[in-house]
């Protein structure tokens, strides 16, 4: 019993985990569908949107302030592709990269400069640090259930606004075929500038999320950023309903091999499953070999 316990455990850490990588990981695939650029900076938009919501609880109630720091990191989000992207969308896909990373960097920096280096993190949202909720032995925090069920909601909520709404049909058909799209009137800049919006909401609201359980500092960013890439690439990049996946697959693969590895070694049994994988599906677990994956929204 003690041992199905302890399985449940590392479980319920490894879907927490792996759902912090998989909102990451949305975003990566959001942006590159709609403009076929892979943002490296967007575990920055994680970092941010923790640090703004801790400055703007001081003033403010917590659901303002979660709210406040999703749509100034929206903002940003369309803001970097207006200034950076837009103008040099024709560019090859190594200096958008290249890009990208430079962007992380500055971000980083600028976040030192605003904020620090300290530690800072929201309370928690119910309950607090030493609570815990009990599934079959197994304890969990409710902070873990507000993550879980904010991964939950967003994907749905994305499903429903790129099956269902005028914006969403035109974003797909962007990344589907930008001519065709082009040709029916859509408009695929404003587009693009939408889908870096998304992505950025959509990060800025997962660090909200685990601000109380991770931390936050104006490094945080980086190793998101990198794992989020990992689980996008695994699950198959182009489908960002694939990185949910691709997301929980990692991160259970790192909690249970916390129990027959080192510390050190967390990140290599993630990574070498990845390259597995890889060799075998080039095109990730749920990816299309043709690349149409951003077909199945």
């Known amino acids: 019993m003690g041992s199905e316990i302890l399985i449940l455990q590392y479980l319920l850490s490894g879907i927490t985990k792996g759902s912090i990588y998989a909102m990451v990981a949305i975003g990566f695939n959001l942006i590159f569908s709609a403009t076929g650029v892979l943002n490296f900076a967007q575990g920055e938009f994680v970092m941010l949107g923790g640090m703004i919501a ?36 024709h560019h090859s896909i190594l200096h958008m990269i290249i890009i990208t990373i430079g962007l992380s960097i500055v971000i980083q920096e600028a976040a030192l400069h605003i904020w620090d280096e300290k530690v800072r993190s929201l309370p928690y949202f119910t309950g607090n640090e030493i609570s815990s909720v009990k599934i ?9 259930l507000w993550v879980l069920g904010t991964i939950t909601v967003s994907v749905i909520l994305l499903h429903i606004f790129l099956r269902y ?12 075929n930008p001519e065709a799209a082009m040709l029916a009137g859509i408009n695929i800049s404003n587009m693009r500038t939408l889908a870096f919006g998304l992505s950025a909401a959509l990060g800025a609201l ?92």
């Open 54 to 89: 801790v400055t703007l609880s001081f003033y403010f109630p917590l659901p303002v302030a979660v709210a406040g720091a999703v749509v100034i990191v929206a903002c940003i989000g369309c803001l970097l592709e207006l200034l950076f992207f837009r103008p040099l969308r």
């Open 136 to 144: 079959y032995g197994a304890a969990i925090s409710p902070q873990v």
């Open 165 to 176: 709404t005028l914006q969403g049909r035109a974003m797909r058909a962007c990344s589907s």
């Open 206 to 297: 997962g660090g909200c999320v685990i601000s109380p359980i991770t931390m936050t500092q104006y490094e945080a960013g980086a190793p998101l950023a990198i794992k989020g890439f990992a689980a996008a690439i695994l699950g198959g990049l182009g489908n960002p309903m694939a990185a949910v996946a691709g997301g929980l697959l990692i991160g259970i693969i790192e909690a249970f091999s916390v129990s027959k590895l080192p510390a050190a070694y967390n990140d290599v049994s993630a990574f070498a499953i990845l390259l597995l994988v890889l060799f075998i599906r080039p095109h990730g677990l749920f990816g299309s070999p043709s690349g149409q994956g951003v077909r199945e929204f």
